[in-house]
């Protein structure tokens, strides 16, 4: 079974992989070959080589901008080894791929020998934010219901797409749960990074070059026991409605992206 037949021939991703001591990050258009690799277009160019690895966020959310609590799109972190290059364009092979379709597996991809590289990494407890008082949400993404996060795994990052709520000062809010792999790479490393588009209101010819904002920062808990806690839940559920069934449940965890810097497609941010 083909990606294409869920996400289409042509889709936009977003790309990370680890150069040296840096993450690279772009946005990037997606060709979706029949064989499941990948043909990568960088409108920036990019500076991958073949044995590269790299992780893409796939996913058809180009023209929907209403979710539920499932958020029942097609979506995937694909987990890719870059077998070819030239100066706008890389071809990726996968490694490992899983497409899932609210909370189900369609589709699940892997290279044969594959195994999912050992974390030895110990898992901390995760700061509790310096905020105090909620900041003021940004009312531009309003629209914007969905990002990608991007966590720090080993050999190649990891991708996932959350609901989120932000600030003018470019604050993320985003809600998990423990056992989840993001949080679990967060408690490994806090660092990283969250992407945010408006694709749901572009063609895919438009949108290559659509207006979108990559933050780079830290993950921090806001304690569930605060005053300041409320205050960013009820902003998240007015933004967000469908994801107030997450917070009747004892163990929700509500993390806070604190913006390092905002980082251009296919610039380098700090691997940690």
């Not at 190649?156 to 749960?177: C, G, N, R």
């Not at 659509?210 to 806690?229: F, K, M």
Request: hydrophobic share 40%.
């Amino acid at each position: 079974m083909n990606l294409a037949t869920f996400l289409g021939k042509q889709v936009l991703g977003i790309l990370a992989g680890y150069q040296q001591d840096n993450v690279v990050i772009h946005v990037c258009g997606v060709f979706i070959q029949s064989d499941n690799s990948l043909r990568v277009y960088f409108p920036k160019g990019h500076t991958f080589s073949a044995g590269d690895f790299v992780t893409l966020h796939l996913d058809n959310r180009s023209g929907v901008d209403e979710f539920d609590a499932e958020i029942s799109v097609y979506r995937a972190s694909y987990k890719g080894r870059v077998i070819s290059q030239e100066e706008d364009w890389v071809v990726v092979a996968p490694r490992e791929c899983q497409l899932i379709h609210g909370m189900s597996v369609v589709l699940e991809i892997r290279e044969e020998g594959y195994q999912f590289p050992a974390d030895n990494r110990p898992e901390l407890p995760v700061p509790f934010t310096t905020l105090r008082n909620m900041p003021e949400p940004e009312s531009k993404d309003a629209v914007n219901k969905v990002g990608v996060l991007i966590t720090m795994a080993n050999e190649q990052p990891h991708t996932t797409v959350l609901a989120f709520l932000s600030s003018v000062d470019d604050d993320i809010f985003l809600i998990t749960f423990p056992q989840m792999f993001k949080s679990r790479l967060l408690k490994r490393n806090p660092h990283c990074f969250f992407a945010m588009d408006e694709r749901a209101h572009y063609t895919f010819e438009r949108a290559i070059e659509w207006n979108y904002t990559i933050v780079e920062g830290e993950a921090s808990l806001v304690p569930s026991d605060s005053p300041l806690y409320e205050t960013i839940r009820e902003a998240f559920i007015r933004k967000n409605p469908w994801e107030m069934g997450f917070f009747l449940q004892s163990d929700v965890e509500m993390y806070h992206i604190k913006r390092r810097q905002l980082v251009c497609s296919g610039s380098r941010g700090t691997l940690r």
